[in-house]
């Protein structure tokens, strides 16, 4: 692959069981095709609403230079990793501009397929952050296409997308 964007996993995070509270920090996560990430309790193995096929919700990623620039434009020294919601902080690669394709994260192999949608908890970090992260500054949505462990500093490399997605 030439011209390849390559990446790394910053930070992993796991939501907790209870609605709105902080995410955990892990050294490590368990991916699990077409399912999620093993013990995550907010998408893992869930259910379309429509027909009941796997939920495409299965993994939540955002670029930790991207959430660095909001800091900034909201006079903040920092966000902690993990206070945005996402399940993997990245650096070193532009997401948004990878839905659509396949990225090799780790052991496991995920599908971009969209950019997340801003909640109002966004908000309770610091007003008006929420706003900074609409149109497309708020991270991706992914599916787990192979399964596999994915560590904090494993790398991330784009791939071939396969003709029939």
């Given at each position: 692959m030439k011209n390849s964007q390559r990446g790394k996993v910053a930070s992993l995070h796991l939501h907790p069981a209870t609605p709105g509270a902080p995410l955990q920090?892990?050294?490590m996560v368990e991916l699990v095709e077409a399912k999620g990430i093993?013990?995550?309790?907010?998408?893992?193995?869930r259910s379309s609403r429509d027909m009941g096929k796997p939920s495409k919700r299965q993994v939540s990623l955002i670029e930790q230079e991207q959430i660095a620039k909001h800091a900034h434009a909201l006079g903040l020294p920092g966000i902690v990793p993990g206070a945005v919601r996402s399940n993997i902080e990245t650096s070193g690669i532009q997401l948004v501009a990878l839905v659509g394709q396949e990225i090799e994260i780790g052991e496991a192999v995920l599908f971009l397929y969209s950019?997340?949608?801003?909640?109002?908890?966004?908000?309770?970090?610091?007003?008006?952050?929420?706003?900074l992260?609409?149109?497309?500054?708020?991270?991706?949505?992914?599916?787990?296409?192979?399964?596999?462990?994915?560590?904090?500093?494993?790398?991330?490399?784009?791939?071939q997308i396969s003709p029939n997605r």
């Open positions: 920090n892990v050294d093993l013990g995550e309790p907010r998408y893992f193995g950019p997340r949608d801003p909640c109002s908890k966004m908000d309770a970090i610091c007003q008006g952050l929420r706003e992260m609409l149109n497309d500054r708020q991270g991706v949505m992914a599916q787990v296409v192979r399964g596999g462990k994915v560590r904090v500093g494993d790398s991330i490399v784009v791939r």
